[in-house]
Nanobody
């Protein structure tokens, strides 16, 4: 069974840093783009960052210059380094991956809570 497992969330003070990880496992034929989205209470889920299999990245304007997405293709893992965190970054963060197993589709992790508060 294919799954994405996130880790690294938690409580951090404003201005602090966190690093999220997401590992894909199972009978995966190939992984294309991987990314992170987030959903704050009462708001729609929004794309935070995405990285292609070749390493090209794209970020939401709200996190540019503060967040960095990276991946380890050998480990089927994507990371999100979050610096200079703000209270408005508080949300459940979900990783996603465009993967080919039996067919090509997007898979989602279960989410990890990030809370930025003093």
């Amino acid at each position: 069974q294919v799954q994405l497992v996130e880790s690294g969330g938690g409580l951090v003070q404003p201005g602090g840093s966190l690093r999220l990880s997401c590992a894909a496992s199972g009978s995966i034929f190939s992984i294309n783009a991987m990314g992170w989205s987030r959903q704050a209470p009462g708001k729609q889920r929004e794309l935070v960052a995405v990285i292609t299999s070749g390493g090209r990245t794209n970020y939401a304007d709200s996190v540019k210059g503060r967040f960095t997405i990276s991946r380890d293709n050998a480990q089927n893992t994507v990371y999100l380094q979050m610096n200079s965190l703000k209270p408005e970054d508080t949300a459940v963060y979900y990783c996603n991956a465009d993967m080919t197993v039996h067919v090509r589709r997007t898979y989602w992790g279960q989410g990890t809570q990030v809370t930025v508060s003093s």
